[in-house]
């Protein structure tokens, strides 16, 4: 941060983390994650000692809250969401909440309306409609 | 949750005893000991959670510790963080439930605080479940999912962990 304005996420204005690093969603975790799961229990014969709590939780956060679970799927959405001129931040919050409608998706992410990139409201129904396009093909 | 993937370094510390002359058996004490660095370090204010080690990138020159003969190895690996954010989105679900409001979870974070005064129409039902009813007749008890609005956050240092408060004042918040 550079600490002169109050982080808040719903300005975009957050850590310059979250703008220079590669941001994942819930979904993209959860394969991340259950890969890592079975190389750490093959690894160690204590697999206890590396697999922290922070670790575990995660993983059954992101499983149970995954929209998306087919790899093939995991990868469309980001293609697709990648199409439209948004930040890694807001990419990630769309993906792993899945708004309904236009208005909805305003509301959990109301950058995407003040940064003057998507204007349109039928851009984001367009945007919506492909992913729910993705889920109903997975 | 919006997860990251960040580059950054670490001194892995290494006993005489695990040097071997086999590289590959150094190589593998070196990543057993930065997890169990990682795991044990849990988070820290500024990257937020340390849920995992993703890739190790390289292992610089060691360094002999003179008093002791440990080695310190300097690397650079990627780890993936979860760093909560004020005015984010995030889905959780009902821990506690208390007079004054709720506690809930999400993810690797354990102790975010819904107060009563940030729930709008809810108010508390005591019994042997006890809950938050809305006049909509909307429940929030234990194990209720909720979307939920980050309204601030604290890091607290002795336990290594951070601290949020919620709010559902906002459209679209509330059990789902």
Excluded at chain 1, 9 to 28: R, S, V
Excluded at chain 2, 58 to 68: A, N, P, Q, Y
Aim: aromatic letters at 8%.
């Amino acid at each position: 941060m550079s600490g002169e304005e109050e982080e808040n996420a719903a300005e975009l204005k957050i850590g310059e983390e979250f703008l220079k690093a590669k941001c994942l969603m819930n979904c993209e975790v959860a394969i991340i994650l259950d890969h890592k799961y079975e190389q750490l229990q093959q690894m160690s014969d204590d697999p206890t000692n590396q697999i922290s709590q922070v670790f575990e939780k995660s993983l059954q956060y992101v499983k149970r809250f995954s929209r998306y679970k087919n790899p093939d799927a995991v990868r469309q959405v980001r293609e697709v969401l990648s199409r439209y001129k948004l930040a890694e931040f807001e990419l990630c919050v769309l993906g792993n909440l899945c708004p309904e409608t236009v208005e909805e998706a305003i509301a959990m992410v109301p950058s995407i309306k003040n940064k003057g990139r998507i204007q349109e409201d039928d851009q984001i129904e367009k945007l919506l409609n492909d992913l729910s396009l993705i889920k109903k093909f997975e | 949750m919006v997860f990251l993937e960040v580059e950054m370094p670490w001194n892995v510390l290494i006993s005489p005893d695990q040097l071997s002359p086999k590289g590959l058996l150094l190589q593998k004490a070196i990543i057993v000991r930065l997890l169990e660095d990682i795991a044990n370090r849990k988070a820290s204010k500024e990257h937020g959670y340390y849920i995992a080690v993703t890739a190790l990138n390289s292992i610089d020159e060691g360094k002999v510790r003179e008093l002791t003969g440990d080695v310190l190895f300097p690397v650079s690996f990627n780890c993936l963080t979860q760093k909560p954010t004020k005015g984010e989105i995030l889905v959780g679900s009902v821990d506690k439930i208390l007079k004054h409001g709720i506690f809930l979870k999400s993810g690797p974070i354990d102790s975010i605080f819904l107060s009563e005064k940030m729930m709008r129409d809810y108010k508390y039902v005591a019994g042997e479940n006890p809950m938050f009813l809305s006049e909509k007749h909307s429940k929030l008890e234990k194990d209720t999912v909720v979307r939920f609005k980050v309204l601030g956050l604290k890091w607290l240092e002795a336990d290594r962990q951070f601290q949020l408060l919620a709010t559902l004042a906002g459209d679209f918040l509330g059990p789902i």
